[in-house]
């Protein structure tokens, strides 16, 4: 007996298919299909040949595929009962729920007591794809692996695209060879991690970021995943993505793992990062007011770091105030006696010697400038040097003699007392104060990963999110260590690196728009000198690839210039005038012919305005620049284009191109397939053209 369901929107199809009550498995994913399509063939097609030296039939590659099946590659579950024995489920078709765009199947092992749920949503606005498996057992057993539901990777892909990082260097595109065997890749730090971005996208022979097909994923998990692309001996592949392995630290009765987002794109990966971009912006985030405009950011840590002086705050929120900053947020040092990162982490209390009378004086300033005000904590933290820590070490995580990470600790999350504490502590300071802004920092890696630790903090942010609504939340990780759609179902804005500079920057933000938007993409014109790469790097495209996200500032803006200053302020000003249509807009990355030039186009819903930022990052080995063509314009449609800082050409670019000294109008088939013609410049600068259909 076969039965078959399909989930369809307007780009793609998923059939999935069973077979004599087996797993389900996906056996067809890709351009939507006929609707009179007859699906039990589709899956009778799906099937592959036998030959000699295998098996008389093929182990289905299922959802969750099972060891008892003789499946040749890696099972999506491994777990043993309460005594430790190895269990081999055999699971057989016990119920579907079929409820509109969303498909739940379950199937049930009753000689062990088990039930496996592979749950599916298909969003008809946004194409992506929410995948999630769940266990549910009679007695409590050991899990060793829980794969999220598994899909198939393409026969057509010849590599595969992952992430890779470091502080201050997050989001590095790797790209891998398909070959028989295994990418195994598994964060073990406790935290989504700067190292394993958990993110794939397998691009079909030929995709571009603006043409072909691509498969992409996410799994939106804070606590550390595991990812497997595998080719079967037989050439088949299978994409599993799950929590890291051996994270369920006890017996359990249910597991459940994170929520696999995945989808399809016909026009390159800029189709699964417009997906991404807005299913992230429009279905995941919460955000507390969201048709306000996104505020200018100030952050005064690279100014001050912890020498926290209150007339000098106000003197430097001034300075931010003029320069258009519409949020100041005071960062580490305003508690305990916090005077380095050695000491007080836990005791969240203001600071008597820096605040004698408490934060309300600098919050009024900074309200009477006309900002908003925002404050650092890092709750899950915790100094051996601290007034909490002496009283109650038993809340410190992992053991005694454990590697320190910034001289600290973690704070077991798993036990209700220590996010009873930390709720009270910090919705303390959050209802005595008017604070609409949280910057939540986590600034080590776990002594041993632990899912519970994870939970727990989901419950502590959910906890004060209920309790303060009002208040915004940035996940912030030593940067972008913490970076997801799972810690982003409970925050707003993500610190995208601790890295400042402009150059490492420009990639970074590139290489993250295939997964976030504007909105939730924090980016900073930081010091003249970079704090973390020494490099000294001009105003002109510090301010610039900061407007690329979402806006603000971090240096002490007593160091720049009157012309610095004035260029900080046109900028941010432009930034302002054209927030409102951008927080909504598609980043599409550009395939750019010159390897020294990273650009992107932000299109405007609806396609009538868009405004390209072409970086160079580096010397071009050709003189002159080669043509930059665009995407997802109207063919026939005409475009008015403008060089916005066509004042910034340097003395050596001698020619006259158009652009250089006044707008054209052409026609968009002329943009994608000519492209723009732009002026030579140095590295480290860029060119920003703005586009109005006409």
């Not at 994913?29 to 007859?38: H, M």
């Not at 982490?345 to 605040?355: G, T």
Request: charged share 25%; hydrophobic share 40%.
């Amino acid at each position: 007996m076969i039965r078959c369901w399909r989930l369809d929107d307007s780009r793609q199809s998923l059939v999935l298919g069973s077979r004599n009550s087996h797993l389900a498995e996906v056996v067809y994913w890709g351009p939507r299909l006929p609707d009179g399509e007859d699906l039990e063939t589709i899956y009778r097609a799906h099937e592959i040949d036998v030959t000699g030296g295998m098996l008389d039939a093929n182990p289905a590659l299922s959802v969750c595929p099972e060891a008892t099946r003789t499946f040749p590659g890696q099972p999506g579950l491994i777990l043993r009962d309460g005594s430790g024995k190895p269990l081999l489920p055999d699971f057989r078709f016990d119920a579907a729920d079929r409820d509109g765009t969303a498909l739940a199947l379950t199937f049930r092992d009753t000689a062990h007591g088990l039930s496996y749920t592979a749950a599916f949503t298909i969003n008809p606005v946004t194409h992506v794809i929410e995948a999630r498996a769940t266990l549910d057992c009679d007695s409590p057993v050991h899990l060793h692996w829980l794969a999220a539901p598994v899909f198939p990777g393409p026969q057509l892909a010849d590599e595969m695209i992952d992430f890779s990082g470091r502080w201050c260097g997050e989001f590095q595109m790797n790209r891998i060879p398909w070959s028989p065997g295994m990418r195994y890749r598994e964060n073990r730090t406790g935290r989504t991690g700067h190292e394993h971005f958990p993110g794939l996208l397998l691009p079909c022979r030929g995709a571009t970021n603006a043409a072909g097909d691509v498969f992409a994923f996410h799994y939106g998990w804070s606590g550390g995943h595991r990812m497997i692309a595998e080719e079967l001996p037989d050439g088949r592949r299978q994409i599993q993505f799950g929590h890291a392995a051996r994270v369920e630290n006890n017996a359990r009765q249910r597991f459940e793992t994170g929520i696999l987002y995945a989808v399809y794109s016909d026009d390159g990966i800029n189709g699964c990062a417009v997906a991404f971009q807005r299913h992230l912006r429009d279905e995941v985030v919460n955000f507390p007011f969201p048709g306000r405009p996104r505020p200018v950011h100030y952050n005064c840590w690279e100014a001050v770091y912890f020498d926290h002086n209150l007339p000098e705050l106000k003197e430097i929120a001034g300075i931010a105030a003029e320069l258009g900053a519409e949020r100041f947020v005071l960062d580490d040092g305003w508690f305990g006696n916090r005077d380095d990162d050695t000491r007080a982490l836990s005791d969240w209390e203001v600071d008597p010697r820096k605040y004698p009378d408490g934060l309300g004086p600098l919050i009024d300033h900074v309200h009477g400038l006309g900002m908003s005000f925002g404050l650092w904590f890092e709750p899950e933290m915790i100094n051996p040097d601290s007034g909490i820590h002496r009283k109650h070490p038993e809340w410190a995580f992992g053991s005694e003699d454990q590697i320190l990470g910034r001289q600290q600790k973690a704070l077991n999350m798993a036990l209700p007392e220590v996010r009873d504490f930390l709720f009270d502590r910090v919705g303390r300071i959050l209802g005595e104060y008017e604070i609409d802004y949280v910057k939540w920092d986590h600034n080590r890696v776990l002594p041993v990963p632990d899912a519970a630790q994870t939970r727990g903090s989901y419950e502590l942010i959910d906890r004060l999110r209920a309790a303060f609504p009002a208040t915004e939340i940035e996940s912030c990780a030593s940067g972008g260590a913490r970076i997801d759609f799972g810690i982003l179902k409970r925050t707003h804005r993500v610190w995208l690196s601790d890295s400042n500079d402009a150059i490492e920057r420009l990639r970074m933000q590139h290489n993250a728009a295939i997964f976030l938007p504007m909105a939730v993409t924090g980016s900073h014109v930081g010091p003249r000198v970079c704090h973390t790469s020494g490099r000294t790097i001009d105003i002109r495209f510090r301010a610039w690839v900061a407007a690329q996200r979402h806006m603000g500032f971090e240096m002490d803006p007593r160091e720049l210039t009157a012309d610095e200053a004035r260029i900080l302020k046109e900028v941010t000003r432009w930034w302002k005038d054209n927030r409102d249509w951008m927080v909504k807009a598609d980043i599409l990355r550009l395939d750019s012919p010159d390897p020294a030039v990273l650009a992107e186009q932000h299109l405007a819903q609806g396609g009538g305005r868009f405004v390209v930022f072409a970086g160079k990052q580096d010397t071009s080995r050709q003189i002159a620049p080669r043509p930059l063509c665009l995407t997802r314009l109207s063919r026939d449609a005409m475009y008015r284009v403008t060089l916005k800082n066509r004042d910034d050409a340097p003395a050596l670019s001698r020619g006259d191109p158009l652009l250089k000294s006044a707008s054209m109008t052409v026609s968009g088939g002329y943009l994608m397939r000519h492209g723009l013609t732009l002026p030579w410049g140095f590295p480290e600068t860029m060119w920003v053209v703005e586009g109005e259909l006409v």
